[in-house]
């Protein structure tokens, strides 16, 4: 099995070598620099307020569809210059997955399809005059994406904002290795002194992206780091993943759950369900039927809400879970020229309930409404979105993952190949699918290395 990895990786990595530099090296920026049309001074102006999943795909869809044409022009306001791509968020942990292959330069790809880019927090919106205020600028629109994604959400428990690290982002998964990091470098230091609690990590919240947390700190603590620390017993440190309801992974399938948590468990990471957090303290995670856990280090990956600005704009949301309230053309009601998807939008999915906020969705969307918005304009009719999932996948480190696929369900180390190459091809710049192929590759053969760098998350 090893040698059959080895060459796949290997062969994996080239072919993605060769043709991302065919394609670097074949395709056209849209305008050059001195034909490009001022954004305000197109007819069909297509303001977007995210560069995420949603926000990027409407916006590259929509020059990519209006290619041939001089009336639309796309310009997107985000407060990151870069493209998070969410699923090897967690692989950054273990150093997996390498910063820069997944922040993926927003700028490149958009200026390169014909739209402009402004990074600006966006602060609000004057839907009268049909102007949105970013970063001390104002900035006219004719339709108006809303693409801001999601926030944290603590369901009021005390003390998680204080003391627990949010799985929110790049920088968030930086921390949490580095204070991995720190751990050992103490607990070299002061042998002995150290605590339990200080080498105690609790994970809380047990969807894909804690499951996908806990498994990468055990890899980070016993595959990376334990055989570069002699003098430390890595069997101290301990993991514990809890989560409030009877099973961990609540939407994937019962029998791949079962896979995933033996998987867990034989890697002695402590599964607690039905465990539900009362309070997080300083040094402990207290629990509702009074256990308590003692632990200095509390990541929290249990909630999430779509983005509190929304409120601030004024428009109508989903009672029940504070997103745009859309139709099933992503036009917010009440609006003619206002649009929302991904994680900020509550989309019906046709069958009396939401389509789920996961990446998968956020694309799908943002291709649609591209569609749509330049239906509008040309007054043509518009076309329902309608969500089919294709299933989940889940990396368990270790070269171990659990996915279910169109129904197939499977399970281990050709699992893994297949969870690395579905992701891997849908990076979107080919550079850093490359860079990532071959750094996937390298660690057939060598242990990734890391460092400790504070309060940055380059590389
Ligand atoms: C750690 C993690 C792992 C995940 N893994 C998966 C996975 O494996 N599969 C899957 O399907 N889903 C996954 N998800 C969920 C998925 O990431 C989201 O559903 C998806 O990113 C939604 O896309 P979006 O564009 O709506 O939001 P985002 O991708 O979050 O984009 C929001 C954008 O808005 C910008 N923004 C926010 N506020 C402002 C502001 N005030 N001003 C300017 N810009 C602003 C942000 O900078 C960002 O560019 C994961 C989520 C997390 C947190």
């Keep these: 099995m090893s040698k059959l990895l080895k060459a796949g990786a290997v062969l994996g990595g080239a072919a993605l070598a060769v043709g991302g530099l065919r394609w670097a090296a074949s395709s056209e920026p849209r305008y050059a620099p001195w034909e490009k049309p001022r954004f305000e001074d197109f007819e069909h102006r297509v303001l977007v307020l995210g560069g995420g999943f949603a926000g990027f795909n409407v916006a590259k869809h929509l020059c990519d569809l209006s290619r041939d044409r001089e009336d639309v022009g796309v310009m997107v306001i985000s407060r990151d210059n870069y493209l998070t791509f969410w699923p090897m968020v967690p692989g950054i942990v273990a150093s997996d997955v390498g910063v820069r292959n997944i922040a993926q330069p927003l700028r490149r790809p958009l200026i390169h399809a014909g739209a402009s880019f402004r990074r600006a927090e966006v602060e609000s919106v004057d839907f009268e005059k049909q102007v949105v205020s970013a970063g001390g600028q104002e900035f006219p629109y004719d339709h108006l994406v809303l693409a801001l994604g999601a926030q944290p959400s603590y369901f009021g428990i005390p003390g998680v904002q204080e003391h627990a690290i949010n799985m929110k982002g790049i920088p968030d998964a930086v921390a949490i290795r580095n ?108 629990l509702k039927d009074g256990r308590q856990i003692a632990t200095e280090n509390v990541i929290w990956t249990a909630g999430a809400r779509p983005n509190e600005k929304l409120e601030k704009f004024g428009i109508p949301l989903v009672e029940k879970t504070n997103g745009a309230k859309v139709d099933e053309y992503f036009r917010v009601e009440g609006y003619d020229n206002v649009w929302a998807i991904g994680d900020n939008a509550t989309v019906p999915d046709g069958d009396g309930g939401f389509v789920p906020p996961n990446a998968q969705a956020a694309v799908k969307e943002g291709k649609l409404l591209a569609r749509n918005i330049l239906a509008e304009i040309d007054g043509e009719g518009l076309k329902p979105f309608e969500f089919k999932s294709q299933g989940q996948l889940i990396d368990l480190g270790s070269h171990f993952a659990v996915n279910d696929v169109f129904g197939i369900k499977f399970s281990g180390a050709l699992a893994a190949i297949f969870w690395r190459g579905t992701y891997l091809v849908r990076l979107e710049s080919p550079q850093n699918r490359v860079r990532q192929a071959l750094d996937w590759a390298l660690e057939f053969f060598s242990r990734p290395t890391v460092a400790q760098i504070q309060n940055t998350v380059d590389e």
């Excluded at 016993?222 to 003098?231: I, K, Q």
């Excluded at 399938?253 to 369900?273: F, H, K, N, W, Y």
């Design 179 to 286: 204070r991995v990091i720190e751990r050992f470098e103490e607990a070299t230091l002061r042998r002995g002194e150290v605590s339990e609690s200080e080498l105690t990590f609790v994970v809380i919240g047990a969807g894909a992206t804690g499951v996908e947390t806990a498994a990468q700190l055990h890899v980070l603590i016993h595959e990376v780091l334990g055989p570069e620390y002699p003098s430390i017993n890595a069997n101290r440190f301990r993991v514990y993943l809890l989560d409030a309801l009877p099973h961990i992974l609540p939407e994937l399938d019962p029998g791949l759950r079962r896979v995933a948590r033996g998987q867990l468990s034989a890697r002695d990471i402590e599964v607690m369900t039905n465990a539900l957090a009362e309070e997080v303290t300083e040094s402990c995670v207290k």
